[in-house]
């Protein structure tokens, strides 16, 4: 029982967090000394923002569906947009037809992202541009991003971006071509805000609505083997 509550307390009051966000930590840090020596009570307004930059960086454990060629949420967020399209160009898949699948982070969400599907990634592609606001359409070419092109361990091609949003400042991506990943792994995150957008391949439908709450490495998005018809509905 005492087990139990120690790991149930870690959690929530104190996670484990990204390698990338000790330095931010830090930084915030000391600002909060320097307000401190400026004047005391300014050091509340730092030591609000060390414990939000804290929590924005944690890294939880996930417990991923041992379900075979399912496809989970690579993002913690809201779905924000389904549309049929057609591939990204810059993976030479813009002749193909797809179900994109999109889901915006809020600043206040797990920002760590999960490979969506276990497989080898085939391209990786970096494109640099703007920082519009990550629930605009456009911004799926306009902005800043990382696209991934994978084939799954079925043989099933799929894609998924990190896009960078109105906040976020810098993408990072630990997955290179021709490394090999399983659902719920790992692989990169997003600092301060974004998107991700998933890509199905024709006649997978998505098993999830507009307005659900996404949880990476967790919520099943779409099963590959599936020929069941796209989820209806749009939550509120």
């Given at each position: 029982?005492?087990?139990?509550?120690?790991?149930?307390?870690?959690?929530?009051?104190?996670?484990?967090?990204?390698?990338?966000?000790?330095?931010?930590?830090?930084?915030?840090?000391?600002?909060?000394?320097?307000?401190?020596?400026?004047?005391?009570?300014?050091?509340?307004?730092?030591?609000?923002?060390?414990?939000?930059?804290?929590?924005?960086?944690?890294?939880?454990?996930?417990?991923?569906?041992?379900?075979?060629?399912?496809v989970v949420s690579p993002a913690d967020?809201?779905?924000?947009?389904?549309?049929?399209?057609?591939?990204?160009?810059?993976?030479?898949?813009?002749?193909?037809?797809?179900?994109?699948?999109?889901?915006?982070?809020?600043?206040?969400?797990?920002?760590?992202?999960?490979?969506?599907?276990?497989?080898?990634?085939?391209?990786?592609?970096?494109?640099?541009?703007?920082?519009?606001?990550?629930?605009?359409?456009?911004?799926?070419?306009?902005?800043?991003?990382?696209?991934?092109?994978?084939?799954?361990?079925?043989?099933?091609?799929?894609?998924?971006?990190?896009?960078?949003?109105?906040?976020?400042?810098?993408?990072?991506?630990?997955?290179?071509?021709?490394?090999?990943?399983?659902?719920?792994?790992?692989?990169?995150?997003?600092?301060?805000?974004?998107?991700?957008?998933?890509?199905?391949?024709?006649?997978?439908?998505?098993?999830?609505?507009l307005g659900q709450t996404m949880v990476a490495g967790e919520?099943?998005?779409?099963?590959?083997?599936?020929?069941?018809?796209?989820?209806?509905?749009?939550?509120?």
């Amino acid at each position: 029982m005492i087990k139990t509550f120690e790991i149930s307390w870690r959690r929530y009051v104190l996670p484990k967090i990204h390698s990338e966000g000790w330095k931010f930590v830090c930084a915030f840090a000391l600002i909060t000394v320097a307000l401190a020596l400026l004047w005391k009570p300014l050091s509340v307004v730092g030591i609000v923002l060390t414990v939000w930059c804290y929590f924005f960086f944690r890294d939880p454990e996930r417990v991923v569906p041992d379900i075979k060629d399912v496809v989970v949420s690579p993002a913690d967020g809201i779905v924000q947009m389904i549309a049929k399209v057609n591939g990204p160009e810059e993976l030479g898949l813009e002749k193909q037809k797809f179900t994109r699948v999109s889901v915006f982070m809020s600043v206040f969400n797990v920002h760590v992202n999960r490979a969506p599907a276990e497989g080898k990634i085939t391209k990786a592609v970096y494109v640099p541009g703007k920082f519009l606001n990550a629930t605009l359409d456009k911004a799926s070419k306009d902005n800043e991003r990382q696209l991934l092109g994978m084939k799954t361990k079925n043989g099933k091609e799929i894609a998924f971006v990190q896009i960078a949003g109105l906040v976020a400042r810098r993408i990072l991506c630990e997955a290179t071509e021709a490394q090999e990943y399983k659902a719920g792994e790992r692989f990169g995150l997003i600092r301060f805000g974004s998107r991700l957008d998933v890509y199905l391949p024709e006649g997978i439908e998505p098993q999830v609505c507009l307005g659900q709450t996404m949880v990476a490495g967790e919520t099943i998005l779409a099963n590959l083997e599936s020929t069941a018809p796209q989820v209806k509905g749009n939550l509120k």
